[in-house]
C-alpha cells in the first residue's frame, strides 16, 4: 500500500490565487512527521514546511501553511497568493519515527504545479 | 555557503565502469542519506549513515557502496555501471529530533550509456 499519495499529477493556478495540494498518508506509527518540498526545473529539493505528528496546530511558513488533519490522514498543503516563481514540483514526505536513529523519508509521486498569468 | 554540496553535478559514463559520488554536509548534522531519483520524478531511499554508521540500507544491488570517512561526508560508490542506474541521486543530511527535516545538495545526474 502507498504510503504517501498524491493523487494530482498536475495543477495549474493563476497567479495571487490560493491553491491547495493534496496529499494522504497511510501509517499506524503514532509519531511522525509531515513534509513537503519544492522541486523546481533546476533539481534542488527544497524544503518548504514540517508538521509533527503530536503538534495541535497546522505548521506555517510565510505564505506555505500545512492544512493537518489526523483524523483523516491528510496533510494538504496550501500556498497562497501564488507567484510565477511556485511553478515546480512539489512531494509530500513522511518521517516514521519507529524506524530508530535515522528516519526516512517515504516520498509521494509529487504534484507539478504551473502558475499562470 | 553551500550547505550539502555534491560533486560532480553531472555523469556521463558507459556501462560497466565504476564511478563514485561525493557528499559534504557543513550544518553539523549527524545523519547523512542518499536517494535516488528515476526518470518519473519517484525518489527513493537507499542508504542512510548516522555518526559514520551504516543505519539504513534499503535492498540496493551491492554494487553500490555508501562509504562515511566523517560525519559530515558520505560518498557513494558504484561498481559495474548498469543502464538501469541512470537517475539523479541526491544526498542529504539531518539532525535527529524534533523536526529532523532533511536538506538536500543539488543532485548528482548520473547517465549510464
Known amino acids: 500500500a502507498q504510503k504517501i499519495t498524491q493523487t494530482q499529477p498536475g495543477m495549474f493556478v493563476q497567479e495571487k490565487e490560493a491553491v491547495t495540494l493534496d496529499c494522504t498518508y497511510d501509517?499506524?506509527?503514532?509519531?511522525?512527521?509531515l513534509f513537503w518540498y519544492k522541486q523546481p526545473s533546476s533539481g534542488e529539493m527544497i524544503f518548504l514546511i514540517y508538521q509533527g505528528s503530536y503538534d495541535q496546530q497546522n505548521a506555517t511558513e510565510g505564505r506555505y501553511s500545512l492544512n493537518f488533519q489526523k483524523a483523516r490522514k491528510s496533510a494538504n498543503l496550501v500556498i497562497s497568493a501564488s507567484q510565477l516563481g511556485d511553478s515546480a514540483m512539489y512531494f509530500c514526505?513522511?518521517?516514521?519515527?519507529?524506524?530508530?536513529?535515522?528516519?526516512?523519508?517515504?516520498f509521494g509521486t509529487g504534484t507539478r504545479l504551473q502558475v499562470t498569468l | 555557503d553551500t550547505a550539502v554540496s555534491q560533486t560532480p553535478k553531472y555523469l556521463v559514463t558507459q556501462m560497466g565502469n565504476d564511478k563514485s559520488i561525493k557528499c559534504e554536509q557543513n550544518?553539523?548534522?549527524?545523519?547523512m542519506y542518499w536517494y535516488k531519483q528515476d526518470s518519473k520524478k519517484f525518489l527513493k531511499i537507499m542508504f542512510s549513515y548516522n555518526n559514520k554508521e551504516l543505519i539504513i540500507n534499503e535492498t540496493v544491488p551491492n554494487r553500490f557502496s555508501p562509504k562515511s570517512p566523517d560525519k559530515a561526508h558520505l560518498n557513494l560508490h558504484i561498481n559495474s555501471l548498469e543502464l538501469g542506474d541512470s537517475a539523479v541521486y541526491f544526498c542529504?543530511?539531518?539532525?535527529f529530533g524534533v523536526g529532523g527535516e532533511q536538506y538536500f545538495g543539488p543532485g548528482t545526474r548520473l547517465t549510464v550509456t
Open positions: 550544518l553539523g548534522h549527524d545523519t
Open positions: 501509517t499506524s506509527d503514532p509519531s511522525y512527521g
Open positions: 542529504a543530511s539531518s539532525q
Open positions: 514526505a513522511m518521517r516514521e519515527d519507529n524506524t530508530g536513529t535515522a528516519s526516512k523519508l517515504t
